[in-house]
């Protein structure tokens, strides 16, 4: 779209209403704050600029901003008079000059895209406002969407509303555009005589309607319109997300045995042919290539895995994880920081951390990566198929070569050459006889408490 845009998104709410010190819109959905949902959401609708509106005090508001976007602008609302007000907190941005203005609101992460552009549209048409609505089941407590043909005429409070007013379903969604051209001298008209003393947005449809220009209202689902106040409705908004998200990987070829089970994040990228069996959890920054297969209750954050490779059940998968093609890893096994090759297996009972492990290499259950001294992490490397008995701690740094053999329960502290035995373990030793010793003296032990 050939059309600037200016994205003006409001999130000046306090997080009171949550019970929570943390300001209200970064509360997290999808594992990111639901600031970042909208601020992203403007990207994908060509938003030339961002500009977000805080509140006083608002420090961690204005970090998010700048991780999420460092281009975006951040402006605060010292005094909290009204939307309107809220809007022209950012009035440096909105004088710089675009065509498009998209007001929005920074507790609302279930827009699409599709929604913003379609309110481009209507302003590339000639509206001077543009409202987005939606039809309610029950509308009590939603401000009306007032229509006379294709026009809007004006926006009524349910307070505020007749009887016959209170009969319209078609709500106000609350996110306006407006037309760059007139936007400014409409703000700049809202005043504060009303029962609150505060400037209302709302009051622009009716200013723009008394100047002749066009205002129109636009219709859009009204689950993605759901701001939230409350834990009870973060909680709502995280179910309608990841069914959503669910849906949409189904519908790439993903297999979810038991989807509702599944929970994703806002950056999980899963190909086709990938099969989901119960209860998995995706962390941020996880990728799943095609044909894999991820076992019930598994959790994974941060970690790449490549094609056809076999992971859970009860896997756990940390920052800094890559699983090549074929590779495999089992039933209690955690890897973090770890360069697993391909056709590798960790079959079960293993914590691989700081590693990377050679094509086709084996690790027996009950193995250990020993990677921290206390102050520092150190890398273990084992090479292309090596095998590591049962019950080992490789206690890094060190290094195991290709072809190389660790024996069963040994302690490995020094590097083994490729294709030689490693064994760091004391010899056995059988002493005849003496089990009958030990248990005539456990008996004893045993009555002489007895008797006390």
């Known amino acids: 779209m050939a059309r600037s845009c200016l994205s003006l998104i409001l999130a000046a709410g306090e997080g009171t209403r949550m019970r929570s010190s943390l300001p209200k819109v970064l509360h997290e959905v ?10 992203r959401v403007c990207l994908e609708a060509e938003s030339d600029t961002i500009a977000v509106v805080a509140g006083k ?29 809220a809007v022209l907190a950012a009035r440096d941005a909105i004088e710089k000059g675009v065509d498009d203005i998209l007001i929005l609101f920074g507790d609302t992460p279930l827009l699409t895209p599709e929604t913003l552009s379609s309110m481009r549209e209507v302003l590339a048409d000639g509206a001077a406002v543009v409202v987005v609505g939606f039809y309610a089941n029950d509308p009590s ?17 349910h307070a505020e509303a007749s009887e016959e007013e209170r009969k319209i379903d078609f709500c106000n969604g609350g996110i306006m555009g407006l037309s760059g051209e007139h936007a400014l001298a409409l703000l700049d008209s809202v005043d504060n005589q009303n029962a609150k003393g505060e400037f209302y947005l709302t009051d622009v449809v009716e200013i723009a309607n008394s100047k002749n220009l066009s205002v129109k209202a636009l219709e859009a689902p009204e689950a993605e ?41 806002a950056d999980t990228i899963i190909e086709p042919d990938v099969i989901l069996e119960p209860n998995i959890v995706f962390g941020p920054n996880v ?8 076992k019930a209750f598994s959790h994974l954050e941060g970690a790449i895995i490549g094609e056809n490779a076999d992971v859970g059940p009860y896997a756990r998968l940390r920052p800094g994880t890559e699983l090549d093609k074929g590779s495999k890893v089992g039933n209690f096994v955690e890897v973090k920081n770890a360069k697993v090759h391909e056709g590798a297996k960790i079959n079960h009972l293993t914590y691989v951390g700081d590693a990377e492990i050679g094509a086709k290499a084996n690790i027996g259950a009950g193995t250990i990566t020993c990677n921290y001294d206390g102050l520092n992490k150190h890398k273990t490397t084992i090479g292309k198929g090596a095998f590591i008995g049962s019950n080992s701690s490789l206690v890094a740094p060190v290094s195991i070569g290709d072809g190389a053999y660790v024996a069963s329960g040994s302690v490995i502290t020094d590097d083994v050459p490729e294709n030689s035995l490693g064994i760091g373990r004391g010899r056995q030793a059988n002493k005849e006889g003496m089990a009958e010793a030990i248990r005539e003296r456990n008996a004893a032990i045993k009555a002489n408490r007895s008797k006390s």
């Open 30 to 39: 999808a594992n990111i704050p639901m600031l970042s949902h909208v601020m």
């Open 141 to 157: 407590g939603y401000g009306r969407l007032l229509e006379q043909g294709d026009k809007l005429v004006a926006i009524r409070e």
């Open 225 to 265: 319109l759901i701001g939230v106040n409350t834990r009870n409705g973060l909680a709502e908004v995280e179910l309608l997300w990841q069914n959503t998200a669910r849906q949409k990987l189904m519908s790439t070829g993903v297999t979810m045995q038991s989807a509702e089970t599944v929970f994703l994040s």
């Open 57 to 85: 005090g608002s420090e961690l508001v204005i970090d998010v901003v700048e991780k999420e976007n460092p281009n975006a602008s951040v402006h605060v609302q010292t005094e909290r008079l009204g939307t309107a007000h």
């Open 287 to 294: 990728t799943v290539k095609a044909g894999t297969k991820i």
